[in-house]
C-alpha cells in the first residue's frame, strides 16, 4: 500500500514539476546570482522549505537569512525576498514581500496561484501546481473521470514539488558559481 502511494506521490510530483515555466525558472535564479542578500519567508510546510533552501544557499557562499530570525538585517533595494506560499494569501509572508516592496527589494514569489496577493507584488513568479484544487467540484464528473481525493493533504504536493525544484536550483546555482559538493561540505554546520 505504501509502495503504491509512493509512486503515486512521485508521478505527481514529476507531472507538477514538468509544468514549470523555464524562462521564469531562468529569471529566479538570475536574480538570485545578481542579489547582494538573499531574504526567505514561508510559514508552515512552506516556511520549513524555505529555510532548507536558505541553507543549500548558505552552503553556496550566498549571504542568506530567513525573514523574522534574531539576526537578519534590514533590506536594501540590492536584496532579494523569496517568498513561499503556495495560496499565496498567507498573512505572514503576505506581510513580509509588501514591506520588501517598500523598501525598493526584489521579490520573487513560488505559488500555485498566479493571481494571487503574493504574486500581485512579486518581481518573477514561479508557479508551482499542488496547492489548487486538483479535482473538479462535480461528484458525477469525478466519478466518470476517475478523480478521486488527492492523496497528500493539506497542499503537500505543493511543498514536496517546491522543495525538489529549489533543489534542482541549487544543482543550476553549482554549476554557475563553479562549486563542487566538497566546497558545499566546507560550510556544513560542524557544531553538532
Known amino acids: 500500500m505504501v509502495k503504491e502511494t509512493t509512486k503515486h506521490i512521485l508521478e505527481n510530483v514529476e507531472k507538477i514539476l514538468a509544468g514549470v515555466n523555464q524562462e521564469d525558472a531562468k529569471r529566479f535564479i538570475d536574480k538570485i546570482v545578481h542579489s547582494k542578500n538573499i531574504f526567505l519567508t514561508g510559514a508552515g510546510r512552506s516556511g520549513l522549505v524555505a529555510k532548507a533552501f536558505a541553507m543549500r544557499l548558505m552552503h553556496l557562499g550566498f549571504n542568506v537569512y530567513v525573514a523574522g530570525e534574531t539576526i537578519t538585517p534590514s533590506v536594501k ?6 517568498a513561499i506560499s503556495g495560496s499565496g494569501k498567507t498573512i505572514s509572508t503576505l506581510t513580509v514581500a509588501q514591506t520588501a ?9 513560488i505559488t500555485s496561484f498566479e493571481d494571487s496577493p503574493l504574486a500581485r507584488v512579486s518581481d ?8 489548487e484544487s486538483l479535482l473538479s467540484n462535480d461528484y458525477t464528473s469525478r ?3 476517475g478523480e478521486h481525493e488527492p492523496l497528500t493533504p ?5 511543498e514536496l514539488s517546491s522543495m525538489v ?9 553549482m554549476k554557475i558559481c563553479n562549486k563542487r559538493e566538497k566546497d558545499l561540505r566546507e ?3 560542524n557544531l553538532e
Open 165 to 173: 525544484f529549489l533543489d534542482s536550483v541549487i544543482t543550476e546555482l
Open 187 to 189: 560550510k556544513h554546520a
Open 143 to 145: 466519478q466518470l473521470t
Open 124 to 131: 518573477c513568479i514561479v508557479k508551482i501546481r499542488g496547492r
Open 154 to 158: 493539506l497542499g503537500t504536493l505543493f
Open 101 to 109: 516592496k517598500k523598501y525598493g527589494t526584489g521579490v520573487v514569489c
Open 77 to 82: 533595494p540590492e536584496d532579494l525576498v523569496i
